[in-house]
């Protein structure tokens, strides 16, 4: 079974800034994309970012200019840097691999880490 590992969630206040980690079992993101999404209270998990194997990169739009996505394909991990925050943010993150337009690949989610935004 695939575990996912995500971390670097918190508070923060509008405007800063958070780094979020997913370490991944086994080589799982060099065969696959890898994806985080993000679910806010109420509302549906959401596609957030995505980056290939090959490194090209997909955001969804209330994000672009503000998140950038990286892996370490060696270390299995996966980053999201997360700057100029909203507190439409507020949501809990969560990692996958994925493949297409953003499809999770496996139906075990982590335990995903909390970001809040707010002041």
């Known amino acids: 079974q695939v575990l996912f590992v995500e971390s670097g969630g918190g508070l923060v206040q509008p405007g800063g800034s958070l780094r979020l980690s997913c370490a991944a079992s086994g080589s799982i993101f060099s065969r696959y994309s890898m994806a985080w999404y993000r679910q806010a209270p109420g509302k549906q998990r959401e596609l957030v970012a995505a980056i290939t194997s090959g490194g090209n990169t997909h955001y969804t739009d209330s994000v672009k200019g503000r998140f950038t996505i990286s892996r370490d394909n060696a270390k299995n991990t996966g980053y999201l840097q997360m700057n100029s925050l909203k507190p439409e943010d507020t949501a809990v993150y969560y990692c996958?691999?994925?493949?297409?337009?953003?499809?999770?690949?496996?139906?075990?989610w982590g335990q995903g880490t909390q970001v809040t935004v707010s002041s």
């Open positions: 996958n691999a994925a493949i297409g337009d953003g499809t999770p690949v496996f139906g075990s």
